[in-house]
């Protein structure tokens, strides 16, 4: 077995199959069965199956620079923001503001910032009928969103650049923008979410859309399964 990949620039490009006795994909569970594999390979029944799947919401991004703007003044607004005690709308609407010079200051010029807005976007992907619009107005929103946070900070921001669900889809090829895979509901976790064997002998999967789950922890864990499966050899205790 093997993968067939497009390499080179312009008139160099061309595909290269590349054989392996083993096939490792963290890539989106439905673009690897639809396209990848196909039909053809899997059953259109296969195929039905990850296609029913819930995935998780995608996350909206807008990355922040700010100049002449010291820690302790954007200090007090990390954290997360909502305009309503009702629980569904916390989810829909709140916001958070994540400071990474908080950590690290050198990743800014001396008495600049960076902020980092995450918001989790309930939409319908399909029907989104202008993106540019779309991510302009909750670019907007949330911007305005932090300056009721830290009043006047609109005025130090020298830098702003947001990542809606069609730009994670575009650089990541997650169904629809997903952020972390699947939904990690009841029904989609345990034996109910895809193996990491995958559906043709020597294919794994790892990541966020198969088991144990997404965010970070689950998908080193699913890495780590995958390498054992590989290799014969048991994680260590506690790993």
């Known amino acids: 077995m093997g993968v067939e990949i497009a390499t080179g620039i312009g008139e160099r490009r061309h595909k290269v199959v590349v054989r392996a006795r083993h096939i490792v994909s963290n890539g989106d569970l439905v673009r690897t069965f639809e396209r990848l594999l196909g039909p053809d390979v899997l059953g259109q029944e296969a195929i039905d199956k990850v296609r029913s799947l819930r995935a998780t919401s995608p996350c909206f991004l807008t990355h922040i620079g700010l100049r002449d703007v010291p820690i302790d003044a954007v200090r007090e607004g990390s954290g997360y923001h909502w305009r309503s005690w009702e629980p569904d709308d916390v989810v829909r609407d709140a916001f958070k503001v994540f400071i990474p010079t908080m950590y690290e200051p050198r990743m800014a010029p001396a008495g600049g910032q960076v902020i980092i807005l995450q918001r989790i976007m309930d939409l319908q992907y399909d029907e989104v009928p202008d993106w540019a619009q779309h991510k302009a107005a909750i670019e907007c929103d949330l911007v305005a ?87 014969g050899n048991k994680p260590a205790a506690g790993h």
């Open 145 to 231: 969103r932090l300056e009721a946070v830290i009043p006047g900070i609109s005025s130090h921001i020298v830098y702003r650049q947001s990542a809606s669900a069609l730009t994670s889809w575009r650089f990541t090829w997650n169904h629809h923008g997903a952020m972390l895979g699947w939904e990690m509901s009841p029904d989609q976790l345990g034996p109910s979410r895809p193996s990491i064997v995958g559906p043709i002998a020597n294919l794994y999967l790892t990541g966020h859309w198969t088991q144990p789950g997404g965010g970070i922890t689950p998908v080193i864990v699913s890495a780590v399964h995958v390498a054992s499966a590989i290799t």
